[in-house]
């Protein structure tokens, strides 16, 4: 005898089983991935002003270990995550420009792939003229050879980091749309929608807690170390004669 489906709303169904996905980025990329972000536009929005110089300085300088991470995480880290797929990626760059100009084997996927590569690249290399720069301004360095020609090279770096920034970003829209899917999401998610094995098989999320550890307990070191503290009227008072607190006299 058949029975009839059951109609009761607690019943199980299959618009309830979530889709299958794959794990795609490690919890440490995305981690230093907004990290980084964050400390770049904080730094940038920071940059003009005397009264935030203290957390600009200090952004810069966790802007710099977050480098310094990414490329031993690269080095040493699983090889998803690895600095040598950028390269790769790059590597084929001449054959994908000859396919172009010939237009046989052409793949516009490719080509895609190659732009976002790219501007990850750039973005990592120019963090150390960057930073350095910055540093030797923030040290007056540029006084030995008079003008304010490191100030210049600094501030030159740091909008053509926000160039690279913002030609980034307009790719991962326009690829959204071309796709039809949101390219953005796995640097939240870490997850792509479909089925199969996942190229990533592991989080390594302790990883990612000891990096967000790491930046803020180095805030509040400099927090702690500054008598005026990082944010202009919030002083935190032990004063130690630190070099950002040195800094700042100079400026008195």
Known sequence: MHTAPSLDPRAPSAAAVPAPSRRVTDAPTRMFHW????????AYLTAESEHWRLLHVTLGYSFAGLLVFRVLYGLLGPRQAGLGLLWRKLGAAPAWLRSLRSGSNFNWRQGQNLAMALAVVLMLALVLPLTLSGYATYNDWGDVLGGDWLEETHELFGNAFLFVVLAHLALIALLSVLRRQNQALPMLTGRVPGSGPSPVRHN???????????????????WQDSPRGLVPGLGS???SGSALVQGSDRDD
């Open 237 to 239: 008072g032990s004063g």
């Open 35 to 42: 990290l980084f972000a964050l400390s770049f536009v904080g």
């Open 204 to 222: 390594h999320a302790w990883l990612a807690a000891l990096l967000l550890l790491a930046v803020l307990a180095f805030g509040a070191w400099q």
